[in-house]
C-alpha cells in the first residue's frame, strides 16, 4: 500500500491498524462506513471501549498524517468514517470497475490485494480475504473475456497463461493453451500442457480434469497417430531401396535422445551393467525440460542393443543406425577386469550423418555394482545436458530466421550470456524477449530472462537497478507459475530470490524442490550452495558447491561455479584457496566482474599489494563506480561479520570506500512487493492519495 499527494509526498500512515483503517475506507469511499464496524474488524479480540478507544487514536494519527491541506477528504462524524473528494483517484476501485478493458490490465489481478496488512486481525483478514476474492473474479471474468475475443493461437495462449496467473485451476485456460498449441502444429507443447494441467488440478484439489478436457486431448491423439505411424512404419529403410524417406514429425524445440545399452566388450556374459546403466541415464535425462528420451529399441539383427555381450555390435560407420527415429543417439562400450570398470560412451548427432558430438571416459574402482550404476549415470547425466545445449545452440546459429522456434531463440541467447560481452548480452534479451513472445507459456524462457535481469544488475549495467531488480522478481515468479516441475526454471527463479530480494531461506526452498525434481541438474547445486552462504553456512555451501563441479565439471557455467567457491572459502579464514580459485576464475571468463570481488578482499587479507593492484584495475575497468559502499549495498550476505570480513578485504586491497558513480547505479535495493496502489492520473487535479 502506498498513500501519495500531488507533490509526491508520503501520507501513509506509521501504523499499520491506521493503514488497514485507510484501506477500509478508500475501497468503500465515496459511501461512510460505521465506527462500529471498522472497530470490529480491526479490534475483534478487544472489549468495546478498548477498540473504540482504539479506533480515536487511529483517526488522529491519520488526520496528523493527511494534514491540513486534505482535512476535507476525511471525513469524521459521531457514527462514520468516510474518505471522499473529487481529487482523489484510488486504483483498487478503477481495477474494481474499469472504464476499458486491455490485455496488460490483467496483469494488475494477479498480486494479492494488500499483502503487507496480512495478520492484523481475525476479522480484518476474512474481510480481506473476501475482498480479494472479489478482485479475483473481476480479473478472471476480465480474462474469459480477452480469451473469448483471440483469434490467433499465440495471442490466446499468452491470455490464458496470463488467466491462469489469477486461477490455475481454470480448464477453460488449460484447454486453450492445449488447443491453441495442437493448431499449431505443436503436439507436443500442447500434450505437455495437458500434463501440467492435470499435476496443477492434483496438486490444488486431488482432482483430474474434467470430461471435456480429456475428450480435447483425445481428439488431438487421434487426429496425431496416422501421420505417426505412416512415418514410422519402416524405421530401417534406407535410400537404397528407391522409397523415399520422410523426416518423422516431432515436436518443435524437443530433442529426441535415444540411449541404446551399452556393449560390453572382452567378457563372456553381460552382468546386466550395460542395461542398467542405459536405463539410468534415460531417467536423469528424462528430468531435463526440452529433451525427448524415446525407449531403446532392438538391434536390427533382433537382439536387443547390447545385450550379447559381445564386441563388435552395430556402428555408426556402417550405416546400422540409419533410419532410427532419433535426433541423437547416447551410446558406448564397457570394460571390466582387476576390480575396474571403464566406460566410453559417445554423444552422436543423427541429423549430421552420424557425428560425434561429445565422447568422454569414466573409469572407476567396482566396490557395489548398484551405487556404481547410481553414481555413474549422474555423472554422465549431468555431462551431457550442457553439451546438447552448447550443441543445440550451434545448430539454431545456422536457422533461418523464419524457421527459428521458441528454443531456439533461447539456445542462441545463451552464449552470449554467458560470454557476458555487453553489445552480445544486451542482444541475448533481444532474443530473449523473442522466445517469450513465440512461447508465452514457457517456463524456463521467464527463468532464465529473469536471470539475464540479475547479471544485467550484477555486472552494475543497470541504469535503474531497482526496476531491473522487480522484473527479475516478477519473471522469476511467473516461470515457477507457469511450471512447478521444471527443475531449471525453479532454481533459477530460486537464485532471484536469494541474490536480489534477500530472500536466502525462501531461495533454499526453490532450489530443495529443483534438486528433487532432478538431482543432476549441476547449476541447482551451486546455486543452493550460495544461498546457504548468504545464511553463514559456508561450509555446507562448499558441499554444494562442490557437488555441481563434481557433477559437470567442463559446464559452460563452470566460471560462476568458480567464483561461487571464492567466497565462502574466505569466510573460513583459506585466502589462499580464494585466491587460486579466483585467478581460475577470471581466467576462464574476464569479463564476470563477481570473480574480481572476492579475489580482490582475499588478497587484500594477504597484503599481497601487487596482484591487488592489478585485479582492482580490472575490476574498475568492468565498473568504474564500483566501492566499498556498493559492495555492502550490493551484497546478499545475511551476518554482520561476513559483511565486515568482506568489506574490510576490499578496503585492505585499496577499493574506494565511497563510489563516485551516480546514485542510481550503486546497487539493487531489496525486493519489495508494492501490491495495490492509489495512482494519481489526472495532473491539472490536487490528488493525495497514491497506491
Known sequence: MAVEDTKGRNCLPRTRKTRALLAILALASPKPVLRLHLAGLLWSRRENEQARASLRQSVHELQDTLGAAWSHVFIADRHHLALRGAELDIDALALAQPASVWQGLLDRYEDALLADLDGLDPAFDRWLEEERGRFAQIGRSIGEGLLAQCEEPVAAIEVAEQLLALDRRHEGAWRTIIRSHAERGDIGKALGSYDRCRSVLAEAAGGRPSLETEDLVSRIRAQTLPILVAETASPFASSATGVARTEPRRERGAIRLRVVPLRSIGQERDDGLGSGLAEEISAGLSRFRGISCVPALLWPSGSVAGASGLAGGPDIGDGTWSGVEADLILDGTIQSGLGRVRVIVRLIDMRAGGEIVWASRFDREVTDALALQDELGATIVAQVDPVLMQHESRRSATTRAPDLTAQDLLLQALPAMYRLDRDSFLDARRLLDMSVRADPGSAVAHAWLAYWDLLY??????????????????????????????????????????????????????????????????????????????????????????????????????????????????????????????????????LFSSSYKGYLAALGWMDAKPEAQEVLHRLLMLEPGFSVEAALERSPLLRPEDLARYADGLRRAGLPEISMAPAATRGAPVIEHTLIDLVPDAPHSPSPLRH
Open 457 to 590: 544488475v550484477g555486472q552494475g549495467w543497470a541504469a535503474d537497478p531497482a526496476s531491473s531488480t522487480a522484473e527479475a522478481a516478477r519473471l522469476a515468479e511467473r516461470a515457477v507459475m507457469l511450471d512447478p516441475g521444471d527443475a531449471r526454471a525453479m532454481t533459477l527463479a530460486g537464485h532471484v530470490r536469494g541474490f536480489l530480494g534477500r530472500h536466502p531461506e525462501e531461495a533454499i526452498t526453490l532450489h530443495e524442490r529443483a534438486i528433487a525434481l532432478n538431482p543432476n541438474l549441476a547449476i541447482a547445486w551451486c546455486f543452493s550452495g550460495l544461498s546457504h552462504f548468504y545464511l553463514g553456512r559456508h561450509e555446507e555451501a562448499l558441499r554444494r558447491i562442490g557437488q555441481a563441479i563434481r557433477l559437470s565439471p567442463s559446464d559452460p557455467h563452470i566460471f560462476f561455479f568458480d567464483m561461487a567457491l571464492i567466497m565462502p572459502h574466505l569466510m573460513n579464514g583459506d585466502c589462499a584457496s580464494s585466491v587460486e580459485i579466483g585467478r581460475r576464475a577470471v581466467e576462464l571468463n574476464p
